[in-house]
């Protein structure tokens, strides 16, 4: 079963969504031990100048970091641990998920992973459309977690 996280970011944080998705990432490729491949990350981003967006901060969002990523149609997914997708594609993607959707609905495919992780930044419509596919996720019964951050 999908374990969900939700990332919540506390008042008072000068960052959005985005930034916290590129913290996201970072922390979960580095995660892996120096002996294993880092988990792969598909990251949902619907709206594609939003995606292209994401792709331009990973690239830039830290000068010390590198995450190699690309987004879905413009890079070799064999070769390329960290995809944004605006479609949930490639299929063979099970891992982590992370959800940058403004929709309410929750993504038709997030069961196939193995970790689903939620950034919510301050604005209001995130935050409502977060609340609803939490209490998706609650009734469903998907372990949930919280995660206040900086």
């Not at 998705?21 to 619907?46: D, G, M, W």
């Not at 063979?92 to 959707?101: F, K, P, R, T």
């Amino acid at each position: 079963m999908t374990r969900v996280d939700f990332y919540i970011l506390k008042e008072g944080s000068r960052n959005d969504r985005f930034r916290l998705s590129c913290r996201l990432v970072e922390r979960i490729y580095k995660s892996a031990p120096t002996s294993e491949q880092p988990p792969r990350v598909l990251i949902y981003c619907p709206a594609s100048q939003q995606a292209r967006h994401l792709d331009r901060l990973l690239w830039s969002f830290r000068e010390d970091s590198f995450l190699p990523h690309g987004l879905v149609g413009e890079t070799d997914p064999a070769l390329t641990p960290i995809l944004i997708s605006t479609d949930g594609q490639p299929e063979a993607e099970d891992q982590v998920l992370i959800n940058l959707s403004p929709s309410p609905e929750v993504p038709p495919f997030f069961s196939r992973f193995e970790r689903l992780c939620e950034p919510l930044d301050h604005d209001a419509e995130i935050r409502q459309a977060g609340r609803k596919r939490y209490l998706y996720y609650r009734d469903c019964g998907y372990p949930l977690e919280h995660h206040h951050v900086n």
